[in-house]
Nanobody, 126 residues
Framework: QVQLVESGGGLVQAGGSLRLSCVAS????????MGWCRQAPGKEREFVAT????????YYADSVKGRFAISRDNAKNTVYLQMNRLKAEDTAVYYC???????????????????WGQGTQVTVSS
């Protein structure tokens, strides 16, 4: 069973930066695409970023493109989300997710992810 544990959330001022981490266990990490999604209060969960199993293909939601960067370290079974120039509208619970099947290149819909972490809160004060 896949387990995903996020960390790194917190309170930051607008314009600041945070780096989220997600450690995975229970599957062959380097064969699964990984991603980050978020859910703001009163809103549906939405896709943020994804990285292929090989780490050479990334994709971002338009709302975070140019500000966020997803990366992975397959030796550490860890995926990261570097968030820069944060805005108040980035406030949400951020969830790490693993692709539904191995070797998926670019999962970008919620249904294309098969396992989820418990989430970490990111609050951006304006």
């Amino acid at each position: 069973q896949v387990q995903l544990v996020e960390s790194g959330g917190g309170l930051v001022q607008a314009g600041g930066s945070l780096r989220l981490s997600c450690v995975a266990s229970g599957h062959t990490f380097n064969t699964y695409a990984m991603g980050w999604c978020r859910q703001a209060p009163g809103k549906e969960r939405e896709f943020v970023a994804t990285i292929s199993w090989s780490g050479d293909i990334t994709y971002y939601a338009d709302s975070v493109k140019g500000r966020f960067a997803i990366s992975r370290d397959n030796a550490k079974n860890t995926v990261y989300l570097q968030m820069n120039r944060l805005k108040a509208e980035d406030t949400a619970v951020y969830y790490c997710a693993a692709g539904l099947r191995p070797f998926t290149i670019r999962p970008t819909t919620l249904s294309s992810f098969g396992s989820w972490g418990q989430g970490t809160q990111v609050t951006v004060s304006s």
